[in-house]
């Protein structure tokens, strides 16, 4: 059973709100979360995470953001669904949320796999979860050294029909910042010879928290959009696929947000 429908919208069916999601949303969601993410440690260990089975685990994820009251609204799948080869997803970063669910609508059209920081490969259960996607895994201490790692492998499971996402912005963020968002996806889509799908996102439904960073409160009343835009072809030195990618994710934060959504550099 493919988890993704074949429109090219996803909306959060009005039947997968339970009535404990209006009283007690979070809890709603760590129950299933955390029953989700031992199922896919156990499944990694197991070396049984893969393609369908990945797709679908990471698919759970998104049915446990509905169960406590988060609506979906995907738009833009058959921009995927219509790919006759492996690309670079760029994406603005606002919460675990896109993370844990990204798998889940891109695998059942594509191969996919994620560049992160090499920590999260070493973390206990989730390193199984995370290894099975084999992942681009760079340390986050010399750029330099980073870049070369992220040219070498990403091209290679490029070359190879694995789709990358990348999260340009150093750090998660409730705005939209372009003077952070580098052009690591853009550089990485031309020395591969492939097309870069800008992805605009609000996942802010799912807080960042005060103790722990990646795991906060659920604020079911906030909509989750996710966004694919159309394939963009990288020409000469990529700057004007990286312009376009940054007006793609802002016109969507701009809409979202307003111009409070965006972290303004040009003094406008």
């Given at each position: 059973?493919?988890?993704?429908?074949?429109?090219?919208?996803y909306i959060t069916p009005s039947s997968h709100k339970m009535w404990l999601s209006k009283i007690i949303p979070t809890f709603v969601f760590y129950v299933r979360m955390i029953n989700a993410i031992l199922r896919c440690a156990y499944l990694g260990r197991k070396d049984q995470l893969k393609g369908?089975?990945?797709?679908?685990?990471?698919?759970?994820?998104?049915?446990?953001?509905?169960?406590?009251?988060?609506?979906?609204?995907?738009?833009?799948?058959?921009?995927?669904?219509?790919?006759?080869?492996?690309?670079?997803?760029?994406?603005?970063?606002?919460?675990?949320?896109?993370?844990?669910?990204?798998?889940?609508?891109?695998?059942?059209?594509?191969?996919?796999?994620?560049?992160?920081?090499?920590?999260?490969?070493?973390?206990?259960?989730?390193?199984?979860?995370?290894?099975?996607?084999?992942?681009?895994?760079?340390?986050?201490?010399?750029?330099?050294?980073?870049?070369?790692?992220?040219?070498?492998?990403?091209?290679?499971?490029?070359?190879?029909?694995?789709?990358?996402?990348?999260?340009?912005?150093?750090?998660?963020?409730?705005?939209?910042?372009?003077?952070?968002?580098?052009?690591?996806?853009?550089?990485?889509?031309?020395?591969?010879?492939?097309?870069?799908?800008?992805?605009?996102?609000?996942?802010?439904?799912?807080?960042?928290?005060?103790?722990?960073?990646?795991?906060?409160?659920?604020?079911?009343?906030?909509?989750?959009?996710?966004?694919?835009?159309?394939?963009?072809?990288?020409?000469?030195?990529?700057?004007?696929?990286?312009?376009?990618?940054?007006?793609?994710?802002?016109?969507?934060?701009?809409?979202?947000?307003?111009?409070?959504?965006?972290?303004?550099?040009?003094?406008?």
């Open positions: 059973m493919q988890p993704i429908s074949q429109t090219d919208q369908h089975n990945y797709s679908w685990q990471s698919w759970r994820m998104l049915r446990a953001m509905e169960a406590a009251g988060g609506k979906f609204q995907i738009d833009g799948l058959d921009h995927i669904r219509n790919l006759d080869g492996p690309v670079v997803f760029v994406a603005n970063h606002m919460s675990t949320l896109e993370t844990f669910t990204l798998p889940g609508i891109i695998r059942p059209f594509r191969d996919m796999t994620f560049i992160v920081k090499e920590s999260l490969t070493h973390y206990p259960i989730f390193k199984h979860v995370m290894n099975a996607q084999g992942p681009i895994a760079v340390k986050r201490i010399n750029a330099r050294e980073d870049l070369k790692i992220i040219m070498t492998k990403g091209v290679e499971k490029l070359k190879n029909g694995t789709s990358i996402v990348v999260f340009p912005q150093t750090t998660r963020m409730q705005q939209f910042d372009p003077s952070q968002f580098n052009t690591i996806g853009v550089k990485l889509a031309a020395r591969a010879g492939v097309s870069v799908i800008p992805i605009a996102l609000r996942t802010d439904a799912w807080e960042i928290g005060r103790l722990m960073k990646d795991y906060g409160p659920v604020d079911n009343t906030k909509p989750i959009y996710f966004v694919f835009g159309k394939p963009i072809h990288v020409e000469g030195n990529g700057k004007e696929a990286q312009k376009n990618v940054v007006a793609f994710i802002q016109k969507h934060m701009e809409a979202w947000f307003g111009r409070e959504g965006i972290v303004r550099t040009d003094n406008r």
